[in-house]
Structures are given as C-alpha cells and as structure tokens.
C-alpha cells in the first residue's frame, strides 16, 4: 500500500473541501485496443501536473470519480473502507481499459498494454492469492474441474467468474472476487498475517475442491469373532494362517490428484529444504510434469514479494501482479527462492 501511495504522486489528482475523499480527474474516452495502447499513455504520467502540498489538479478535465481515504491519507487498510477501495479498482481498471488516466502505477502501465495474458491488480499486499491463481488458472485440468463442478461448488463459481473476465482482459481487478471468496470460505486476506500466506490460500482451494474433485477409499478395520476362521477352505494348500492373511488382505484404490504441490518449507518457521528442481518426477508409477513455481523476492521492508511462473499452452510466463512477460523455460528454475511448486499429472 505504501508504494502504491507514493506513485500515486505520478498522476494528477484533486482533494475535495470536504475531507471525505479525493478526486481524480478523466479525459475524453478512447478505445482500447488489446494488442497494444496508443503512445497517449505514457504521457499521461507527466502532463498537465501540478502541486501544492497535498493538493493535485488538471485543470483541463471535468469528469472526476473519488479516491478511498485509505489511499490518500496514509490510512491502514480496514473492513471500513474495504468497499470504497473495491469501487475505486473497478473504476480505475474501467479507465486503464479506455485508455483514460489513472491514480496507478506510472512506470507499470506502459508494460501492461504489452502483456501476452492477463494480470491482476495488486491491493494490501495480495500477491500471494494473485500468484496461486495465475498458476491453478493455467492448469487445464483444473479449469476443467471449476467449469464442470461451477454448479455444486461455490468457490468454483466465483472462481470462474473471476477467469472468464481474466480470458477478456489485459488487466482485471480481483478485489470484488477476493471479498466473495473470503465471505465464502470465512477467511481474510489480511497483509500483516504472511507466514504461510500462500499455504492458507492453496489449503483453502483445495480443501473445498476435495468433496467435488478428488476421489478416494479409505480402508475401515474389519473384526470378526476368531471361531467362524475354521469354516474357512483350506482343504487345497496352505495352512490356516496364510488363508486368514489372504482372506482378510484388502488392496486399497487410490486415485492421485491431478496437481500437487511441494513446499519449499518444512514449519512455519520458514525451516528450508532443498527440493530437486525436475520437470517431470513420478510417484507410485504417475507421473508428474512441472506446471508453476512460487518465487520469493526480498524487498526493502525486510519482507517478501510473490511472484508466480507458470506454464501455458507449452510456453513459460512470469507473472508479477499486473505485469506478464513471456519467458524461456530455462528461467524458470535457475537461481530462484523457491516458495512452491506445482506439479499437474501426465
């Protein structure tokens, strides 16, 4: 939140006389074209700007929509102002869509219009939800489980709400699909709980996948009285002990997830383990191909940033929130922090 504030500063922008919120001015509409924006937006990030204080105008435009608080002011993000800051991403996605200027991330947008799939915006700190969604969203498989289980699983439906505006986009603001799912699942996103951040968000996916997607038997002890053993047919071989062994052997069926995932920690306190990098690995005679890696990015507050690498259609993206860039396989595991791993059966 505090970087968004201080790039903030990059746009032009108006504090209204009553003090409940700020104001930003919008130009003339323009159409967007998906393959890339006019040269327009990048001058948008300089022109036209003045300051005084804490006051930002452009005295050329006239239509103007509001700016949280929570933004503005330096606020800490509260359930308070949660919806003000939902509508104000809306609007501003809505804007970067037509080409209009937005309070957002100067240095970002020029980047954005080039972006081969699609990005998610990053409020209060979600890259880590942002991140394991680019990768469970690049799983067919897994696509395949949410369309056919939409109807008998809430999560999957507000999940493939989210993805079919995603299929549409360059850009996408997942704050109203996060406030659903957290309504949903009764968790919160909250930015000052980050150990295991990324392990809540797959716990929860998953745990509410498994009655819909993921079928197993179990195997139940079974007790008899010891006296009905002898009515047993041993006339042909063996002896009394090897039929009851027979009789009584059960040979359980289990049927492996299509993704599973490794962790690149042992406890919650961040304990690290070394994982052998392979694409492809087998467990019990299945095999397993790479389909995403978790990487963790120190920052400068002593804490971490998730960036997400996956793999679609046989090509390689790295997707760092709003910013996607189509990379060669060979970046994908080499010096990397890795977080997690995912791997899609074969």
Same mark, same amino acid.
């Given at each position: 939140?505090?970087?968004?504030?201080?790039?903030?500063?990059?746009?032009?922008?108006?504090?209204?006389?009553?003090?409940?919120?700020?104001?930003?001015?919008?130009?003339?509409?323009?159409?967007?074209?998906?393959?890339?924006?006019?040269?327009?937006?990048?001058?948008?990030?300089?022109?036209?700007?003045?300051?005084?204080?804490?006051?930002?105008?452009?005295?050329?435009?006239?239509?103007?929509?509001?700016?949280?608080?929570?933004?503005?002011?330096?606020?800490?993000?509260?359930?308070?102002?949660?919806?003000?800051?939902?509508?104000?991403?809306?609007?501003?996605?809505?804007?970067?869509?037509?080409?209009?200027?937005?309070?957002?991330?100067?240095?970002?947008?020029?980047?954005?219009?080039?972006?081969?799939?699609?990005?998610?915006?990053?409020?209060?700190?979600?890259?880590?939800?942002?991140?394991?969604?680019?990768?469970?969203?690049?799983?067919?498989?897994?696509?395949?489980?949410?369309? &056919? *289980? =939409?109807?008998? /699983?809430?999560?999957?439906?507000?999940?493939?709400?989210?993805?079919?505006?995603? #299929?549409?986009?360059? $850009?996408?603001?997942?704050?109203?699909?996060?406030?659903?799912?957290?309504?949903?699942?009764?968790?919160?996103?909250?930015?000052?709980?980050?150990?295991?951040?990324?392990?809540?968000?797959?716990?929860?996916?998953?745990?509410?996948?498994?009655?819909?997607?993921?079928?197993?038997?179990?195997?139940?002890?079974?007790?008899?009285?010891?006296?009905?053993?002898?009515?047993?047919?041993?006339?042909?071989?063996?002896?009394?002990?090897?039929?009851?062994?027979?009789?009584?052997?059960?040979?359980?069926?289990?049927?492996?997830?299509?993704?599973?995932?490794?962790?690149?920690?042992?406890? &919650? *306190? =961040?304990?690290? /383990?070394?994982?052998?990098?392979?694409?492809?690995?087998?467990?019990?005679?299945? #095999?397993?191909?790479? $389909?995403?890696?978790?990487?963790?990015?120190?920052?400068?507050?002593?804490?971490?940033?998730?960036?997400?690498?996956?793999?679609?259609?046989?090509?390689?993206?790295?997707?760092?929130?709003?910013?996607?860039?189509?990379?060669?396989?060979?970046?994908?595991?080499?010096?990397?922090?890795?977080?997690?791993?995912?791997?899609?059966?074969?």
């Amino acid at each position: 939140m505090h970087i968004l504030i201080n790039l903030l500063m990059c746009h032009s922008l108006y504090v209204s006389e009553s003090g409940s919120g700020q104001e930003m001015p919008v130009r003339e509409h323009r159409t967007l074209n998906r393959e890339g924006r006019s040269g327009f937006i990048s001058s948008l990030c300089c022109n036209d700007m003045q300051r005084d204080n804490n006051t930002y105008c452009n005295h050329v435009d006239k239509f103007k929509f509001t700016v949280p608080a929570c933004i503005y002011e330096n606020r800490s993000f509260s359930k308070e102002n949660f919806e003000d800051l939902v509508i104000f991403s809306e609007k501003m996605i809505d804007n970067i869509e037509n080409n209009l200027p937005t309070p957002y991330y100067g240095h970002i947008i020029d980047k954005v219009r080039k972006n081969p799939q699609c990005g998610l915006i990053n409020f209060n700190a979600h890259c880590y939800i942002n991140a394991v969604i680019q990768i469970l969203f690049s799983s067919r498989k897994f696509v395949k489980c949410m369309r &056919d *289980n =939409m109807h008998t /699983c809430k999560l999957l439906y507000l999940l493939n709400e989210l993805y079919v505006k995603m #299929k549409n986009c360059v $850009l996408v603001s997942p704050l109203s699909a996060y406030r659903k799912i957290s309504e949903e699942c009764n968790i919160l996103f909250n930015v000052y709980e980050r150990s295991g951040y990324s392990s809540d968000v797959i716990s929860t996916v998953s745990s509410n996948l498994e009655k819909h997607a993921i079928r197993t038997m179990s195997i139940k002890a079974r007790q008899e009285c010891f006296w009905k053993y002898p009515l047993l047919d041993i006339m042909d071989d063996g002896n009394v002990q090897e039929r009851i062994d027979k009789f009584l052997k059960r040979k359980p069926k289990v049927e492996f997830n299509d993704i599973i995932v490794f962790s690149g920690f042992l406890t &919650d *306190n =961040m304990l690290k /383990c070394r994982i052998a990098d392979h694409n492809i690995i087998t467990v019990k005679n299945t #095999k397993y191909e790479l $389909l995403g890696v978790l990487e963790r990015v120190p920052n400068n507050c002593n804490e971490y940033h998730i960036i997400a690498f996956a793999k679609r259609n046989g090509e390689w993206f790295m997707f760092n929130d709003e910013y996607v860039l189509k990379i060669s396989a060979d970046r994908v595991l080499k010096d990397k922090e890795t977080y997690y791993m995912f791997y899609e059966r074969i």
